[in-house]
């Protein structure tokens, strides 16, 4: 069985930092794309970033670049998103997910994540 399990949200005020991962089990994604998402309460889920299989290419959302990293360590299965300067727009539920063929296929169930003012 495929999981994709996120880990590293909370409650941390403006201008804090957080690191989020995603830990994959059930195969290996060293092949895949893999990317970071997250919804707000009455927005839509939006791509905040991804990276290429091997690391060498990511992309960020325009709201979030400067601020945010995205990185993976193919050897432990397993993703990363580094947040910092973080400001109370980026409150949202964060999804790690996993592309197969140009569409993201494997979802995480999520990790909320709270910035105070």
């Known amino acids: 069985q495929v999981q994709l399990v996120e880990s590293g949200g909370g409650l941390v005020q403006a201008g804090g930092s957080l690191r989020l991962s995603c830990a994959a089990s059930?195969?290996?994604?060293?092949?895949?794309?893999m990317g970071w998402f997250r919804q707000a309460p009455g927005k839509e889920r939006e791509r905040v970033a991804h990276i290429s299989s091997l690391g060498s290419r990511t992309d960020y959302a325009d709201s979030v670049k400067g601020r945010f990293a995205i990185s993976r360590d193919n050897a432990k299965n397993t993703v990363y998103l580094q947040m910092n300067s973080l400001k109370p727009g980026d409150t949202a539920v964060y999804y790690c997910?996993?592309?197969?063929?140009?569409?993201?296929?494997?979802w995480g169930q999520g990790t909320q994540v709270t910035v105070s003012s």
């Open positions: 997910a996993a592309a197969l063929d140009g569409k993201w296929v494997y």
């Open positions: 059930g195969r290996t994604f060293s092949r895949n794309p």
